[in-house]
């Protein structure tokens, strides 16, 4: 059997996402809504993380082996599906029908196959509220922004009005109303295993990597004393990971500065981690957008020509190729693709680039409307108080 697909058993202990009532605990999404996601969500979430794939054969089976304790605590009908991401954030959690992801910036910190299973435990107590957010998605709206956290420093980019329901899963925290390790500890103690592997892992990543986006999704920053793990049966099988580790981290970190707008910091980390990583896919990627971010059009093409030698296809080619055009003073193209690229997957920063590319052609009136949107966006983006010095220079214009 390809990939990581679990047919639920019967279930043997109850539902324990946090939340009481049997539906509460649901994985599987209804027919209407689980082609929705095919169409939808997981398309999107493939674009932002990149190299979003079933594991290869030697670490399916260490996440068969990991899941094996769980299975008998799924509720009926659920039919779990494993995802690996190239996402350089330590991260797992769960999409909405039961895809449960974990980043290759995670699997460089897992040392024991206990941690592994403590981190499945933990992504399964967010397939609930996954599925519910889903099921919901007509009435989706933004969550009001809560303080900085490492969860909307990911994803800020992404966080608009039309994007509600895809947010809702990007920045799914918790597990119903609790925070996770508690719920996952409760899910392993009744599958009779503990949680030491979670909390080890848990407190490695708070002592190393405080700000990753695993420790903001379970909610927590503090983990209990744990056992020692005995032995290591990973088989190697995460060697190759767990040499990207310091590379992962500076990757991750990256991407919190560029859309900190501190992009200083983030050229000499995407520097350091080009070179830890020789300059893989992700990394590449990663350094186009920082170029563009930083108005370097030139780099940014060489860094997109770089990626399609590859021969792979290029994520979000519509908004990396609109930037481009856009800051090359290529107008018709960089209208064109960028208006493609918020037709598919919207970010505030095309809907800057865009009213730029406007403003400079004197289409002040097609212009204000996205320079709107992106001022409305989020106050910590570093797009918004431009957008709304734009908006104000336009408006005093007119008087």
Known sequence: MSGFRFVA??????WLAGCGGRDDGRIALGPDDQAAAEDELYPAFRAIQVDV??????????????????????????SPVLWTTGEADADAGCLAGG????????????????????????????CPAARRAWEARDRAELAPVDGEHALLARYRDYRLPENAALMAQLMLRGCGGRDCFAAATERLEAAGRSADGLARLGQRLAAQRPDAAWLDRLGRRAFPPAAAAVGNGLAGVLDDVHAKREGLGQLAE??????????????????????????EFEAE????????????????????????????????A??????????????????????????????????FQLAILLHRSW?????????RIVAAAEPGHPSSAPAASYIAQIEGQGQ
């Open 9 to 14: 058993v019967l279930v043997t202990v109850l």
């Open 53 to 78: 794939e079933p594991p290869g054969e030697a670490l399916d089976a260490l996440f068969r082996a990991a899941f094996e304790p769980l299975q008998a605590g799924l509720p009926e009908g659920a």
């Open 99 to 126: 895809r449960i992801f974990v980043t290759q910036g995670l699997l460089a910190w897992i040392e024991h196959p206990d941690e592994l299973t403590g981190a499945l435990a933990a992504a399964l107590g967010q």
């Open 254 to 279: 990256v991407k919190r500065a560029m859309y900190a707008g501190e992009l200083g910091d983030a050229y000499r980390r995407v520097l350091r981690a080009r070179r830890a990583l020789d300059n």
């Open 285 to 316: 990627l990663v350094f186009a957008e920082l170029s563009l971010l930083n108005y370097h059009p030139d780099s940014a093409e060489r860094s997109i020509e770089r990626l399609l030698a590859t021969g792979r296809e290029l994520p979000q």
């Open 318 to 351: 519509d908004f990396l190729w609109g930037v481009q055009a856009a800051q090359s003073r290529r107008v018709e193209l960089g209208r064109q693709r960028l208006e493609a690229s918020l037709s598919t997957l919207p970010r505030v920063f095309a809907h």
């Open 363 to 371: 289409e002040t009136d097609a212009a204000l409307p996205h320079y």
